[in-house]
C-alpha cells in the first residue's frame, strides 16, 4: 500500500487519532482523483458520491446566482477535506468545487465515512471542530461584506489567505499561489477591475510583489500597519 497516501490521510486533521491500521485500510478504500484548474470537481445539488480529501493544489467553494455571478464561499488547500455536509445531513451538494490550481484529492465514499464516524467518537469530535471554525470564518466574510470598504475588505481577503495558504519566508514577506483577480473580486464581492486597480496601486507601494504564479505579501501589510 502507497505510504504517501497513508501519511497524508495521517496528517488530517480528522484522522490524526487513527491507527496506523486504520489508515492503512482508508488508504486502500480512497480513490485517487486528478483535477486541472478550472475543473469542477463536483456541482452544488448534485448528489453526494463522497467525502474528499486534497492532497496537493487548491479548490473553491462557491455559489453562483441564477445570473452567473459567482461568491467564493472558501479556499481550501492541501491535508483539508471537503464534502462532509452532504454526507452528514443527506441533502444534495451546499455548494460548487472547483479546481483553483491543478489538484490531487483522494475521495472517501459515503459508507466508508460513515464507519468511521460511527466506531471513531474522535473524528466525529473533530468534524464538528471543523466546522465550527468554517462557521466562524463565514460569519467573518459575512461581516466583512457588510462592514468594510472594498480596501479594508482586500486587506482582509489577503491576511485569510496568508494565514490559510501562505508560506513565510522569514524576510519579512509571505508568499502565496496567486489567486486570479476574478477569483479575488468574487470573494471579496467587487469587479475584477476594481480588483485590478487596488493590487496595482500596492505593487507601486511595493507591498505586494507578483513574479510568475506567486504573489508576495509584505507582512507589514498582512498585520494592518500599512494603511
Ligand atoms: P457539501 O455540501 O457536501 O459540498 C460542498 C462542500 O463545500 C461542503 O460539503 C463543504 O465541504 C464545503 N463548504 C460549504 N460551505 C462552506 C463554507 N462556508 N466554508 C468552507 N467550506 C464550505
Not at 1 to 18: N, P
Not at 25 to 34: G, V, W
Not at 191 to 204: A, F, P
Request: glycine content about 8%; aromatic content about 6%; overall charge negative.
Amino acid at each position: 500500500m502507497c505510504a504517501a497516501l497513508t501519511d497524508l490521510l495521517g496528517r488530517v486533521s480528522l484522522f490524526a487519532e487513527l491507527e496506523p491500521a486504520e489508515l492503512e485500510m482508508l488508504s486502500r478504500a480512497a480513490e485517487r482523483r486528478e483535477f486541472v484548474r478550472d475543473e469542477v470537481i463536483f456541482a452544488a445539488n448534485e448528489p453526494a458520491d463522497g467525502l474528499y480529501v486534497l492532497a496537493s493544489g487548491r479548490v473553491k467553494v462557491c455559489v453562483s446566482s441564477s445570473g452567473g455571478k459567482e461568491l467564493i464561499l472558501a479556499t481550501l488547500g492541501p491535508e483539508q477535506f471537503f464534502g462532509e455536509m452532504a454526507l452528514l445531513d443527506n441533502e444534495p451538494r451546499s455548494a460548487s468545487v472547483i479546481a483553483q490550481l491543478p489538484t490531487v484529492a483522494y475521495r472517501i465514499r459515503r459508507d466508508e465515512f460513515e464507519r468511521l464516524i460511527e466506531q471513531h467518537p474522535a473524528i466525529a469530535r473533530k468534524l464538528m471542530r471543523e466546522l465550527s471554525l468554517r462557521l466562524r470564518r463565514s460569519n467573518a466574510q459575512m461581516e466583512s461584506l457588510a462592514t468594510l470598504d472594498v480596501v479594508g475588505r482586500l486587506a482582509r481577503y489577503f491576511i485569510d489567505l496568508a494565514r490559510q495558504h501562505g508560506q513565510i519566508l522569514g524576510n519579512g514577506w509571505v508568499a502565496v499561489r496567486r489567486p486570479t483577480h476574478q477569483d479575488i473580486a468574487n470573494t471579496i464581492g467587487t469587479s475584477r477591475e476594481t480588483v485590478t486597480r487596488l493590487i496595482n496601486d500596492l505593487e507601486q507601494r511595493g507591498l505586494v510583489v507578483n513574479e510568475g504564479k506567486m504573489s508576495y505579501l509584505r507582512e507589514s501589510v498582512l498585520s494592518g500597519e500599512e494603511g
